[in-house]
């Protein structure tokens, strides 16, 4: 038979999984949010060839890799992720390479 008292700390722990899968949820789009926000601004940053930029995000925190073509352009990349709103932190793993 089940007392009130497990019932209750069972409906508390089904509840805390739920508010911590929805947390997750929020944050993972969250991050889309950003990644996309920064390749926008990226693609329209001019005289900046960030085609082969890749970006991704989590928790906050953009990741730029790839490569361009040369040192100013991987300091503007970085820049223009790190004015990007919801950007914690840009990790800047870009590569310069002649294209």
């Known amino acids: 038979m089940i007392t009130m008292e497990a019932l209750a700390q069972s409906t508390?722990?089904?509840?805390?999984?739920?508010?911590?899968?929805a947390?997750?949820?929020?944050k993972k789009v969250q991050d889309t949010t950003v990644t996309a926000k920064v390749k926008a601004a990226l693609l329209g940053?001019?005289?900046?060839?960030?085609?082969d930029i890749h970006v991704t995000t989590h928790h906050g925190t953009v990741n730029l890799a790839g490569s361009?073509?040369?040192?100013?352009?991987?300091?503007?990349?970085?820049?223009?992720?790190?004015?990007?709103?919801?950007?914690?932190?840009?990790?800047?793993?870009?590569?310069v390479r002649a294209h």
Do not use: I, W
């Open 23 to 26: 947390a997750a949820v929020g």
């Open 68 to 95: 361009v073509p040369t040192a100013e352009q991987k300091t503007m990349a970085v820049g223009v992720a790190s004015k990007v709103e919801g950007a914690v932190k840009v990790h800047d793993a870009l590569e």
């Open 45 to 51: 940053t001019k005289d900046l060839s960030s085609g």
């Open 12 to 21: 508390s722990s089904v509840s805390s999984a739920v508010s911590n899968d």
